[in-house]
């Protein structure tokens, strides 16, 4: 019996295709004359022709008395000039045993050096989109179109050159790398639980929806009741069961949708670019993501950037207004601020690990000072020239935060006048901090909890240049340390605890 088969794991490159083997010798005569036996009892039993010739027999075979054909290459054209009649019939014959679509395994069976795309595109053209469909255009056999006027040689040496600069051009090029196989396994992608060859998960949304239909079952005849004319109860039940599976069907697939189009299942690129985002700006996206199954991949990105964009202003607002408060006036003002607020915070947390004598009995290596945080980019001193949001910064990036001469929110100049003469003499607050700075002018207006401060605190907050409320609670520091060292509390560790100059 003849061998045919597909190519194997070891057939050379660039030879796919049916082979056929003498049945005797067993020499491959795919490429030359061949002799079938047309006997019903010798299926698809071939010889070539010094067998034939010599009367070898096998099997059922009986030469004498059998029938046989004469198997002949057809490689003349007869739908294109670079496609023969035997590359026609197994693309046909490819068709029938893979089924149309499957063009690379139709490539395989026809061999000669086709790919799947060429296949694809030749049946298409010739078969598909001829007037005679399912006919070719060339399918009477007195319209020739011109190919009966190529030479069988001719046709074989072109034959012949495509398939040897095929078989170069596979030679020239690198092997492919090994590649992992993606199976249906949960193991074959990043996201565990995700079968990439089966486009589902180990998991599915609702699980458990086709345990309502598992054990249904219609049996022929079932419907509407002929004596009745109405449609059987267990029918309808059915119906109504299988309407409700169909709509979790529906809500499944929508929710893959969702994940294949924002691109969900690349989580290690996604889980880089969190890296990258402030934990406040993770959170917002985080609370934004349900409106993703409302809108395309396009539309979201642009949602999700907008939302960023105000979170910005938001922050560099709130930054902006605290600067102000404090009497801050220029952006190199800010930034020394935020320095000196980080550590202040830091020698706080200090001061306050110290005040416990068991955690001062046992305390570890003190921490690392913090860095302070980057300054928004909306209000840095050097912001960019395009960013439409530089008025926030004004016109000079070095200039103050107002366009123009403007006093603090405590009643003091921003820069001392040039005119004013010198101080020769200290003031009351050059007493106490021994420099040249003008008391802080407070009073219930500015400050609603300044009624609580006895006269002589008064005069020590406005002196100090110090709030009725940061006075407070550096006041209960001090107490609170002066009673857990027996009422005596030393100058330093006063110092130490409320970072006092």
């Known amino acids: 019996m003849t061998v045919i088969k597909k190519k194997a794991a070891n057939t050379p490159r660039g030879e796919p295709g049916v082979r056929y083997y003498c049945d005797i010798c067993a020499i491959e005569i795919t490429s030359t004359v061949r002799i079938r036996c047309a006997h019903p009892s010798c299926t698809e039993y071939d010889l070539c022709v010094p067998c034939f010739t010599n009367g070898r027999q096998s099997n059922n075979h009986n030469c004498a008395t059998h029938p046989y054909h004469v198997m002949e290459q057809h490689s003349v054209p007869i739908f294109d000039p670079d496609w023969g009649a035997d590359e026609e019939l197994l693309l046909l014959e490819g068709a029938e045993i893979y089924g149309l679509g499957s063009w690379a395994d139709i490539a395989d069976h026809i061999g000669g050096g086709r790919d799947k795309e060429e296949v694809k595109k030749h049946y298409i053209d010739t078969y598909i989109n001829s007037s005679k469909f399912p006919l070719p255009e060339l399918s009477d056999p007195n319209d020739t179109g011109g190919l009966d006027k190529i030479s069988k040689e001719e046709f074989q040496a072109k034959k012949k050159r495509r398939i040897e600069a095929k078989k170069a051009a596979l030679q020239a090029s690198p092997l ?3 590649q992992k196989p993606t199976t249906s396994g949960p193991s074959c992608h990043e996201v565990q639980g995700y079968m990439p060859g089966r486009l ?3 998991t599915e949304f609702d699980n458990d929806g086709e345990h309502a239909v598992a054990a249904m079952l219609f049996e022929p005849g079932d419907g509407i009741n002929p004596a009745t004319g109405q449609l059987e109860p267990e029918v309808e039940l059915k119906a109504t069961v299988m309407d409700i599976y169909n709509s979790k069907l529906t809500q499944r697939a929508l ?6 189009e924002h691109g969900l299942l690349e989580y290690r690129k996604n889980q880089s670019i969190d890296k990258k985002r402030t934990k406040e700006e993770r959170d917002l996206l985080m609370k934004s993501k349900p409106f993703a199954r409302l809108m395309n991949k396009r539309d979201y990105e642009e949602f999700s950037d907008g939302l960023l964009r105000e979170l910005t202003l938001r922050q560099a607002v709130t930054q902006l207004q605290e600067w102000r408060k404090n009497g801050i006036i220029s952006f190199e003002g800010g930034a020394t601020y935020e320095m000196e607020k980080v550590q202040r915070s830091n020698a706080l947390k200090n001061a306050l690990g110290n005040m416990d004598r068991l955690s001062h009995r046992y305390s570890k290596a003190t921490p690392p000072v913090e860095a302070p945080p980057p300054l928004n980019p909306l209000i840095q001193a050097t912001p ?9 910064s004004g016109k000079n990036p070095g200039s103050s935060l107002s366009p123009g001469p403007t006093s ?3 009643g003091t100049s921003a820069s001392p006048s040039a005119s004013s003469p010198p101080q020769s003499k200290k003031g009351p607050l050059s007493a106490v901090t021994g420099g040249p700075w003008q008391p802080l002018e407070l009073s219930a207006e500015i400050a609603s909890d300044f009624h609580i401060l006895t006269p002589a605190e008064q005069t020590l907050c406005m002196n100090l240049r110090i709030k009725p409320k940061p006075y407070m609670v550096i006041k209960e520091q001090l107490m ?5 060292q027996g009422g005596v509390l030393k100058k330093r560790t006063a110092k130490e605890l409320c970072s006092v100059r």
């Open 176 to 178: 492919p790398p090994k």
């Open 200 to 202: 589902e998960f180990e």
């Open 255 to 260: 929710r893959k949708r969702v994940m294949f």
């Open 384 to 392: 960019d020239p395009g960013n439409p949001l530089a008025v926030l």
């Open 408 to 410: 603090n929110p405590f």
């Open 480 to 484: 609170k340390e002066a009673t857990k």
